[in-house]
């Protein structure tokens, strides 16, 4: 299946089942978005800040300054952290969701959410484990390389500094390529298995059969699917931070956040979609049936 026939398969699932490969990812995203802005909105900083702050020396003036920095430096640090477990969270129940709906659902048709979710709920903490072993491994190989190139900057070695980066670009891609389709499509070959087939840990083995021979065009297809919809996504939230930027200042934290919300409720659905099929081209290749 190519990237043409992908989307097209994606639009046409959207219009067949819009409420299990579309609504339902919205209302997961925009659920948890409203937690995450609640909290971005009512956490406080000012403690972290002054207590930072009363260990500094020099005037107020100073402490004016660094109190600020400090405050906005925690709001960006707590937000990016409920973003990404918000994210984490909301892709992991979405992907679980869609390929499970996919599976059940007969063809031309929609899958009722009743029957979907009680083959689901079994599955959410081996879907949120194979999450967490997604999250370490992108983590791993994009973060050791980068060490390395920062240990040989130290050095001030010109030579060994290019070394570092051709090596650590090496090594990402491998890392990437040998280990990541496997592991992102366990999530809906888990999801799609009922208990007896097995935990995360069979579902893994499952994913690295189906993914055998396809490693490369799995990565080029997710590596598009990726930019268009990081794109997309831009476009989605760029007017909610002018709005933020221009006319709110004090509360562009918020904005962002919200901007981040919608954004995710119009791309995390398609990037699942996505996954979901793939995942069922695979099984259906591999003659196993998409549910079990």
Avoid: C, K, N
Avoid at 224 to 232: F, R, S
């Amino acid at each position: 299946m190519g990237v043409g026939e992908l989307m097209d398969r994606v639009i046409a699932a959207i219009r067949t089942a819009p409420r299990s490969t579309w609504l339902f990812g919205v209302l997961v995203v925009l659920a948890l978005g409203a937690l995450e802005l609640l909290a971005t909105a009512l956490l406080p900083f000012g403690g972290i800040a002054d207590l930072l702050v009363a260990t500094g020396t020099g005037g107020e003036a100073w402490q004016d300054e660094a109190l600020s920095e400090v405050h906005v430096l925690a709001g960006q640090l707590v937000t990016s952290t409920l973003a990404s477990v918000v994210g984490a969270v909301a892709t992991t129940v979405i992907v679980g969701w869609t390929a499970r709906s996919l599976a059940l659902a007969a063809p031309g048709a929609s899958a009722s959410p009743s029957p979907t979710w009680r083959a689901l709920r079994p599955r959410l903490g081996g879907l949120l484990a194979l999450m967490l072993l997604t999250v370490l491994v992108v983590t791993a190989a994009v973060a050791v390389p980068a060490l390395l190139v920062a240990l040989a900057v130290g050095t001030g070695s010109v030579g060994l500094v290019v070394l570092a980066a051709a090596l650590g670009l090496a090594g990402t891609v491998a890392v990437l390529v040998r280990f990541a389709p496997a592991v992102v499509l366990a999530l809906p070959e888990h999801a799609t298995t009922d208990p007896a087939a097995g935990g995360p840990g069979a579902s893994l083995r499952r994913a690295a059969g189906l993914v055998a021979g396809e490693r490369w065009r799995l990565v080029g297809i997710w590596l598009l699917t990726v930019v268009v919809l990081t794109i997309a996504g831009g476009v989605v939230s760029t007017p909610f931070t002018g709005i933020g930027t221009y006319l709110a200042p004090d509360s562009l934290a918020l904005w962002s956040v919200l901007g981040s919300i919608v954004a995710s409720a119009v791309t995390a659905p398609l990037g699942a979609l996505v996954l979901s099929l793939v995942h069922t081209e695979l099984a259906e290749r591999r003659g196993a049936p998409a549910a079990r």
